[in-house]
Nanobody, 121 residues
C-alpha cells in the first residue's frame, strides 16, 4: 500500500505555470501514477499518467501544455502545467496503481487528498 500527498497548487493568472508534486510514502517503481482533476459540479477527469516504465499519456485538453514526470529514487511524481487556462481550475489529485497508467480514474487504487489549482482570467 502506498500513501500519496500532493503539493504545489495555488492561484495563478491565465497563461501562467504551476508545478504539482506528488510524494509517495514508499517505493513507486512498479506503480503507475496518474493526475486526476475534479472541478465543482463535474466528474473526475483524467489529466495525465505515467506508467511504471515511464510511458506517458495525456488528456487531449492538456497535450502540449502539461508534462508528467517521475523520480523513483525520491518517490516523487510531478505535473508541470504551463499556459494555464481558467478551465484548468480544479482540485488535482494524484493516484496510483500497479503497472500501466490508465485513463479511467476508478481504476486507480490509492489516492491523495488533492491540491487546489485556481486559474484566474
Amino acid at each position: 500500500q502506498v500513501q500519496l500527498v500532493e503539493s504545489g497548487g495555488g492561484l495563478v493568472q491565465a497563461g501562467g505555470s504551476l508545478r504539482l508534486s506528488c510524494a509517495a510514502s514508499g517505493r513507486i517503481d512498479s506503480y503507475a501514477v496518474g493526475w486526476i482533476r475534479q472541478a465543482p459540479g463535474q466528474e473526475r477527469e483524467f489529466v495525465a499518467g505515467i506508467s511504471w516504465n515511464g510511458g506517458t499519456d495525456y488528456a487531449d485538453s492538456v497535450k502540449g501544455r502539461f508534462t508528467i514526470s517521475r523520480d523513483n529514487a525520491r518517490k516523487m511524481v510531478y505535473l508541470q502545467m504551463n499556459s494555464l487556462k481558467p478551465e484548468d481550475t480544479a482540485v488535482y489529485c494524484c493516484a496510483a496503481r500497479i503497472g500501466a497508467a490508465v485513463v479511467v480514474p476508478a481504476n486507480y487504487n490509492y489516492w491523495g487528498q488533492g491540491t487546489q489549482v485556481t486559474v484566474s482570467s
